[in-house]
């Protein structure tokens, strides 16, 4: 079946403009994660989503950092007014929410983005 | 806050041979997952294996093991007999495991770069 779809696969972009990153989950996954990956560094989470509905944003570095799902399914990320310090690569899981159980997260081949 | 710190940035095995991966983690929980994740330059993360913090017996995955020492906050991956397409970054995560209405957020390491010398 369809694993975690992530487009772009690659973003340049210049400093000061703004780009979205989309993910696809896996059909049937109420849970979404978006992690960032920058170079010489682990994976760093920046948000959650339940649903529609985000309830842990903990992670995301500033106001110009935001993210949406609809119809429990798509999500995108947004970075506003990029700055460099944002290159990095994006990844997305998603994963089944049933409760006091082992849930395992499925990642997709993550967005690969450059400011210059 | 939970870290999670891997020491080895590096490391380098001969084919067929074992190598041993190093990983340290701080948290107040008792109930918790900890994770070995492999990421080849394709960029996806593929699960290696995974330990729940309860299970005393080290989990095995074919070649692959871990020594889960949960005194000394310790969780080793050990790979037997490496094959060429061992070679990729090695992230070591872990996530609460309280999940009833919380987020099961991966906290990750740095990573180790492995690399399998034919």
């Known amino acids: 079946g369809a694993g975690v779809s992530q487009s772009p696969s690659n973003k340049v972009t210049e400093k000061g403009k703004d780009v979205e990153l989309r993910c696809d989950p896996i059909s049937g996954h109420t849970a979404l994660y978006w992690y960032r990956q920058s170079l010489g560094q682990g994976l760093e989470f920046l948000i959650y989503f339940q649903g529609n509905s985000a309830p842990d944003k903990s992670g995301l570095p500033s106001d110009r950092f935001s993210a949406e799902r609809t119809g429990g399914s798509v999500s995108t990320l947004t970075i506003q007014r990029t700055q460099q310090e944002d290159s990095a690569v994006y990844l997305c899981?998603?994963?089944?929410?049933?409760?006091?159980?082992?849930?395992?997260?499925?990642f997709g081949p993550g967005t690969r983005l450059t400011v210059l | 806050a939970q870290t999670v710190t891997q020491s080895q940035p590096e490391m380098s095995v001969q084919e067929a041979e074992t190598v041993t991966l190093s990983c340290t983690y701080d948290?107040?929980?008792?109930?918790?997952?900890l994770f070995w994740y492999k990421q080849p330059p394709s960029r996806q993360m593929i699960l290696v294996i995974r330990?729940?913090?309860?299970?005393?017996q080290n989990a095995t995955e074919n070649r692959f093991s871990v020594n889960f020492q949960k005194a000394a906050k310790s969780f080793s991956l050990k790979i037997s007999d490496s094959q060429l397409g061992d070679a990729a970054m090695y992230f070591c995560a872990y996530r609460n495991g309280d999940l009833q209405g919380g987020s099961e957020k991966l906290v990750f390491g740095k990573g180790t770069k492995l690399t399998v010398n034919p």
């Open positions: 899981a998603s994963s089944v929410r049933g409760g006091y159980s082992y849930n395992e997260q499925f």
């Open positions: 948290t107040s929980e008792s109930d918790y997952y």
């Open positions: 330990q729940e913090a309860y299970k005393q």
